[in-house]
């Protein structure tokens, strides 16, 4: 059971556009923490996708945009691509638990 | 290049203990935060222990309190995680994670290590 909820899965066809949100609460993303994502694909450790809610890291594609309001978050990926068939996780501060906390991840599905 | 590197895992009875190394590299290591992440097989991401670059206000998840110490040592750039009263549901690839943000609360994990695997199994 995690703090911060992702759906498990969402699929599209390539260069379709899909939305994964994060939903958390007032003790993480609503209290103000930053959301941070990550791709994890198959076999491979995770990379920062998206940090500080909206920001691209260097060499991040800008089909990858992030987005925060009131208790969530959300990922959205334009253009789908068959590379960006990965699992990805949302992550924030837990004022109550006073830790870094996961989403548990959506699989990502391109069609 | 930031580069960290996980070792020391392996099979280890219920009860026992197991220390992970974390060897870091491309970066002055003593000025960031470092982080135990772990992933059990076919599960999520798990937040296990943070230290900052100085060693104090070291934290960890109530999963695993009282049992694991994560510590470094910045004069061999190399982050510890000590694992003791292992149980079965530790059982997971534990990642190690180069930390970076302004405040605390807003850390990221912005590099990882390709993690090691512990299993706790009689």
């Known amino acids: 059971h995690s703090v911060l909820t992702q759906p498990p899965s969402v699929s599209g066809a390539p260069g379709q556009s899909v939305t994964i949100a994060c939903s958390g609460s007032?003790?993480?993303?609503?209290?103000?923490?930053?959301v941070h994502w990550y791709q994890q694909l198959p076999g491979t450790p995770p990379k920062l996708l998206i940090y500080a809610n909206t920001n691209r890291p260097s060499g991040v594609p800008d089909r990858f945009s992030g987005s925060r309001s009131g208790t969530s978050a959300s990922l959205a990926i334009t253009g789908l691509q068959a590379e960006d068939e990965a699992d990805y996780y949302c992550q924030s501060y837990d004022s109550g638990l006073r830790g870094w906390v996961f989403g548990g991840g959506t699989k990502v599905t391109v069609l | 290049e930031v580069q960290v590197l996980e070792s020391g895992g392996g099979l280890v009875q219920p009860g026992g203990s197991l220390r992970l190394s974390c060897a870091a590299s491309?970066?002055?290591?003593?000025?960031?935060?470092m982080s135990w992440v772990r992933q059990a097989p076919g599960k999520g991401l798990e937040w296990v222990s943070l230290i900052p670059g100085n060693s104090f206000g070291v934290s960890y998840a109530d999963s695993v309190k009282g049992r694991f110490t994560i510590s470094r040592d910045n004069s061999k750039n190399t982050l510890y995680l000590q694992m003791n009263s292992l149980r079965a549901d530790d059982t997971a690839v534990y990642f190690c994670?180069?930390?970076?943000?302004?405040?605390?609360?807003?850390?990221?994990?912005?590099?990882w290590g390709q993690g090691s695997l512990v299993t706790v199994s009689s």
């Open positions: 491309g970066f002055t290591f003593s000025t960031y935060a």
């Open positions: 994670a180069k930390n970076s943000g302004h405040l605390w609360e807003n850390y990221l994990f912005e590099y």
């Open positions: 007032s003790s993480n993303i609503e209290a103000g923490y930053h």
